[in-house]
């Protein structure tokens, strides 16, 4: 049978999880095997099966990879153009040529719809189990919720019109699939954010708990899916009650969100746990899924994966920006890296010049860790946490918000917060229009690299002005349906594709 039915009927009731070396709830195991008809009946099922769901977070088909592909490669940020015709895919995606066939539009959607199938099964049966604390079960279904908006929050941003699983489905049901519009996904989305921000806790108590989903999550995810619904008025109230809870801030150095020494900061909201010496897996299961972002630092000469477009790096990383040091190694200035992690730079660290890859893409390159012994192919270099959502993109989400309001100088202290870290100058003008374009710039410098580019040229509806005279046309406003779903649902195809 072909994958998508296999997902649906199976993975909804697959809860496998992974030893991690951190010290967080995802150390908890649960062995490798499809589950039985009895799961989900006892307490400790609760757990296992929803540590399951945030096991997919970790898929190759999410912030693994593809996530970040389909939100940075197709963007102006990042250039695809190695020429390698093993990556033709991966080269697709930066060059407009999306295909139904594509693998990286394939997973992330299979990887997300994995989610959201494990996410039904808690919601479903969770509440049913005898023996559970009732604060616990509800706390369970908030986290269930909650991630399940998350995984539809990336199908309807990438595809538009999906389908609506609000349960777990049998084989009839899946091949009778249509797609649901739009509004009514996001209003799924909303309602399960507010309804789990009700229930989930502003912090845990237990550092083993450390890394789940938060009452912050929540509403900095509403923060975001108000903006896209041009809803400005709960925008900026979600992100105020970020703001309020007094839990978050930005953290001092830029450069330690991403290199692994401080990873459980003030300013991290929601992540991916990462840990050494397991093969190179995160949260997940999968021997065959390391964290690709390492194959895009400088540790080889031949470094192209979402290698930095030097259009970003001349047009949007001023002087100045220390954000620049972090996130760029420009080559075209002589800049190198201790890659033998020792400390000292010296001629047995230098990058060979390979143009036109001139510039390389530094974040998630582990600190003071030697990247020439081999490790880098075993995954024990493989810990550096992703960061999916952090405070920073609370700030500029109250900005936009008040900026949209006609509120434009309440807006000027958020902003500034952030251009302050990058050592920049602050911004005076309340010109509305002026302010609108700094905070795109402030997110495209900040999030860069991060997955988030091109949804939000999409969102506030510039993808032409900034990606057409890179190649983009109108059908590219969305990903197409993978052609396996076509074939085996009633799912039409995308207009173009």
């Known amino acids: 049978m072909k994958k998508i039915l296999k997902y649906i009927l199976v993975v909804a009731f697959f809860a496998t999880i992974s030893a991690c070396n951190e010290d967080a709830f995802l150390e908890k195991k649960y062995v490798n095997s499809i589950v039985d008809i009895n799961f989900l009946t006892i307490p400790t099922h609760a757990d296992q099966a929803v540590i399951g769901i945030y096991d997919a977070l970790g898929y190759q088909g999410l912030w693994k990879w593809d996530r970040i592909i389909l939100g940075s490669s197709s963007s102006d940020e990042i250039v695809e153009d190695h020429g390698d015709p093993g990556w033709a895919d991966l080269i697709s995606i930066d060059k407009y040529r999306w295909q139904p066939d594509n693998k990286h539009i394939w997973r992330h959607w299979t990887d997300n719809y994995a989610g959201i199938l494990m996410a039904n099964s808690v919601i479903q049966k969770v509440p049913s189990i005898k023996g559970m604390e009732n604060e616990l079960t509800k706390r369970y279904v908030a986290e269930a919720k909650a991630l399940r908006a998350l995984f539809y929050y990336n199908l309807v941003t990438a595809h538009g019109d999906v389908p609506l699983l609000t349960e777990p489905i049998g084989p009839d ?24 921000e009700t229930d989930l806790p502003a912090t845990y108590s237990s550092t083993n708990d450390r890394g789940r989903v938060t009452k912050g999550f929540a509403n900095t995810m509403l923060s975001t899916v108000y903006l896209w619904q041009k809803d400005y008025t709960n925008a900026l109230n979600a992100g105020i009650k970020v703001k309020e809870s007094n839990l978050y801030q930005l953290e001092k150095s830029y450069a330690d969100l991403f290199n692994g020494v401080k990873e459980f900061s003030s300013e991290r909201i929601f992540g991916i746990n990462c840990a050494s010496g397991i093969g ?15 194959l895009w630092g400088p540790y080889f000469s031949w470094s192209w994966f979402t290698q930095p477009a030097r259009d970003f790096v001349d047009r949007e990383l001023k002087a100045g920006d220390i954000r620049m040091d972090t996130v760029i190694l420009d080559m075209r200035n002589g800049e190198t890296y201790d890659k033998n992690g020792d400390g000292i730079i010296t001629e047995e660290d230098a990058i060979p010049a390979n143009p036109p890859v001139d510039c390389h893409n530094m974040k998630l390159v582990p600190l003071h860790d030697n990247l020439n012994d081999g490790k880098i192919w075993s995954g024990d270099l493989d810990y550096v946490d992703i960061m999916i959502m952090r405070y920073a993109e609370v700030e500029l989400n109250i900005a936009e918000a008040l900026v949209n309001l006609n509120r434009a100088s309440e807006a000027l202290p958020y902003i ?5 870290r990058a050592g920049l100058a602050d911004v005076v003008s309340t010109d509305k229009a002026l302010l609108e374009s700094i905070i795109l710039h402030e997110r495209m410098v900040e999030f860069c690299f991060e997955g988030k580019r091109f949804f939000d040229l999409k969102r506030v509806g510039k993808l032409k002005e900034f990606l057409g005279p890179l190649g983009w046309t109108d059908k590219n406003v969305v990903f197409p349906i993978p052609q396996k779903e076509i074939d085996l649902t009633k799912m039409k195809q995308s207009e173009g594709y």
Not at 288 to 294: I, L, M, P, Q, V
Request: proline share 2%; no cysteine; charged share 40%.
């Open 173 to 196: 049901k899946a091949k009778n699939l249509t797609r649901e519009p739009a509004q009514n996904v996001w209003n799924l989305i909303i309602k399960d954010l507010t309804e789990a």
């Open 280 to 294: 190179g897996d995160m949260w997940n299961r999968r021997k065959d899924e390391g964290n690709r972002n390492y």
């Open 416 to 420: 500034n917060d952030i251009r302050k």
